[in-house]
């Protein structure tokens, strides 16, 4: 996405970044952090991220990128868009089994309520996006099974 942003004279929006353990074009890209819940536990900050993303007061632009999993909640008010995705959010879908089962018995109760909404929301917000390239094809095959594209 640096290199891309950099091509393209672009800012980049960002739940978090430490400028001291990324790269060093990072410094010269402007980067506009719109949050602070790096601080919370992870079931949280995965709810807080899709509400800061959606809610977020983004300024015109002729087009939106979107790379990654929690920023898709703002597509739908942001267009013409694209999505270029690394991968889709697994825990959701294929991974949700194999991560519930290394929990405790209150937390599985409390993962599978979350997965079931946190998955539900994502079909919704995937259904936003105007265009997407994945960057290999078995993402590709992936997100086709799992958005029904």
Same mark, same amino acid.
């Given at each position: 996405?640096?290199?891309?942003?950099?091509?393209?004279?672009?800012?980049?929006?960002?739940?978090?970044?430490?400028?001291?353990?990324?790269?060093?074009?990072?410094?010269?890209?402007?980067?506009?952090?719109?949050?602070?819940?790096?601080? =919370?536990?992870?079931? &949280? *900050?995965?709810?807080?991220?899709? $509400?800061?993303? @959606?809610?977020?007061?983004?300024?015109?632009?002729?087009?939106?990128?979107?790379?990654?999993?929690?920023?898709?909640?703002?597509?739908?008010?942001?267009?013409?868009?694209?999505?270029?995705?690394?991968?889709?959010?697994?825990?959701?879908?294929?991974?949700?089994?194999?991560?519930?089962?290394?929990?405790?018995?209150?937390?599985?109760? =409390?993962?599978?309520? &979350? *997965?079931?909404?946190?998955?539900? $929301?994502?079909? @919704?917000?995937?259904?936003?996006?105007?265009?997407?390239?994945?960057?290999?094809?078995?993402?590709?095959?992936?997100?086709?099974?799992?958005?029904?594209?």
């Amino acid at each position: 996405m640096l290199n891309l942003a950099k091509a393209l004279n672009a800012d980049i929006f960002t739940s978090f970044i430490d400028y001291e353990k990324t790269f060093q074009d990072a410094k010269q890209a402007r980067i506009i952090q719109i949050s602070t819940t790096r601080k =919370l536990p992870t079931p &949280l *900050i995965r709810n807080k991220l899709w $509400k800061i993303f @959606e809610k977020y007061s983004y300024p015109r632009y002729d087009f939106y990128i979107f790379s990654g999993v929690w920023c898709i909640s703002a597509a739908w008010r942001l267009h013409p868009n694209l999505l270029y995705l690394h991968t889709p959010p697994r825990h959701l879908y294929d991974l949700k089994e194999y991560n519930i089962s290394k929990m405790k018995p209150v937390q599985k109760q =409390l993962a599978s309520f &979350l *997965i079931k909404k946190w998955a539900q $929301k994502d079909q @919704e917000y995937i259904k936003n996006i105007d265009q997407k390239i994945l960057w290999r094809w078995v993402i590709q095959k992936s997100l086709c099974n799992l958005y029904r594209l």
